[in-house]
């Protein structure tokens, strides 16, 4: 017979993922056409550096903005 520990509640999976929700920043969705080959590229560049291709545009965005506002 073997013996298992008992699973606390603190060691369940869904409860990291309620948290990251619960703290994620509010956020609102944006829709763009890109020309196909940008996309695949886009894609291909957030692949390989593992990540998403959200925080990709995010980044892009905000140097973007950084760069060109007149603020």
């Known amino acids: ?15 990291e993922q ?3 929700e619960a703290t994620k920043p509010d956020t609102k969705r944006l829709n763009a056409e890109i020309p196909r080959e940008l996309h695949n590229k886009l894609k291909t560049f957030a692949a390989q550096e593992e990540t998403k291709i959200t925080e990709v545009v995010i980044e892009a965005i905000s140097e973007y903005l ?3 506002s007149n603020e």
């Open 1 to 15: 017979m073997v013996l298992k520990a008992k699973k606390t509640r603190r060691d369940r999976p869904d409860k």
């Open 18 to 20: 309620a948290i990251n």
């Open 66 to 68: 950084s760069k060109n």
